[in-house]
């Protein structure tokens, strides 16, 4: 064999140098991608958690007297302790109708003092009970 058919059967170094750094920024963009996800992921959790709450909150005004009208706002420490140290909630009690047995009730749930994307408000309508 000569020298010149010797020579490529294989690969150059440039060329490994190539492929190796087209690898790397594929990975790295890859792991971008993956920190991003992550953090959508912590999100959600959130979104999901405060909804929970803000659904249990509801009950409690769904199973106890007819509300009467006004504000009323807390956290979860008393019911969850420590498990969402964050999060507040705010229960809006209104009569929206003419109609005196009818309570528009809104619960917030929230993290921090104001407000952002991952607030959770949920609005029910609750009638007095014969």
């Known amino acids: ?6 020579r490529r059967d294989g690969f150059t170094l440039l060329e ?3 492929a190796v750094a087209v690898l790397g920024l594929a990975l790295v963009s890859l ?4 920190v ?14 405060a909804t929970l709450l ?3 909150l509801m009950t409690d005004a769904e199973v106890e007297p007819f509300p009467d ?23 809006e009690v209104t009569a929206p109708l003419p109609v005196p047995d009818i309570r528009e009730v809104r619960v917030r749930v929230f993290a921090g003092d104001e407000e952002s994307g991952d607030d959770v408000t949920l609005t029910y309508y609750l009638r007095r009970r014969p």
């Open 31 to 34: 792991l971008g991608l993956h």
């Open 69 to 91: 009208i006004g504000l009323t706002d807390g956290d979860f420490e008393d019911r969850y302790p420590g498990l969402y140290p964050g999060l507040r909630w705010e229960r």
């Open 36 to 49: 991003r996800n992550l953090a959508l992921l912590e999100r959600d959790q959130r979104i999901t958690d």
């Open 54 to 56: 803000a659904r249990a």
């Open 1 to 6: 064999m000569t020298r010149a058919a010797t």
């Open 16 to 18: 490994v140098l190539v």
